[in-house]
């Protein structure tokens, strides 16, 4: 079994800054593209960040229109963790945020996704 586990959400004013973490656990033999969604209230699930790739060197990296310049994702392979660092927060970026991630285990030939259980971050105004 896979599990991906969020953490670092929370409360924060218009204009603060939270980071994201995602760690994926379990049996787990490698993790290529990893991933940040959202969903707001009353919306569809959307991509927010996608790093491409394994190596972090030579990842690839594709962000949402509304949160370019303002968040940035990253991720330590060896830990098998994917960050969103977010600053310049807005009211709209308030929603459940959630990992995914394309996994290797033990008992598959190619990587499947996984996704974690969601973790909230509202934006005061």
């Known amino acids: 079994q896979v599990q991906l586990v969020e953490s670092g959400g929370g409360l924060v004013q218009t204009g603060g800054s939270l980071r994201l973490n995602c760690t994926a656990s379990?049996?787990?033999?490698?993790?290529?593209?990893m991933g940040w969604y959202r969903q707001a209230p009353g919306k569809r699930r959307e991509l927010v960040a996608l790093i491409i790739g394994e190596y972090s060197a030579r990842a690839r990296k594709r962000y949402a229109d509304s949160v370019k310049g303002r968040f940035t994702i990253s991720r330590d392979s060896a830990k098998n963790t994917v960050y969103l660092q977010m600053n310049g927060l807005k009211s709209e970026d308030t929603a459940i945020y959630y990992c995914?991630?394309?996994?290797?285990?033990?008992?598959?030939?190619?990587?499947?996704?996984?996704w974690g259980q969601g973790i909230q971050v509202t934006v005061s105004s």
């Open positions: 379990g049996d787990v033999v490698s993790v290529s593209d």
């Open positions: 995914n991630a394309d996994v290797r285990t033990s008992h598959t030939y190619g990587s499947y996704p996984y």
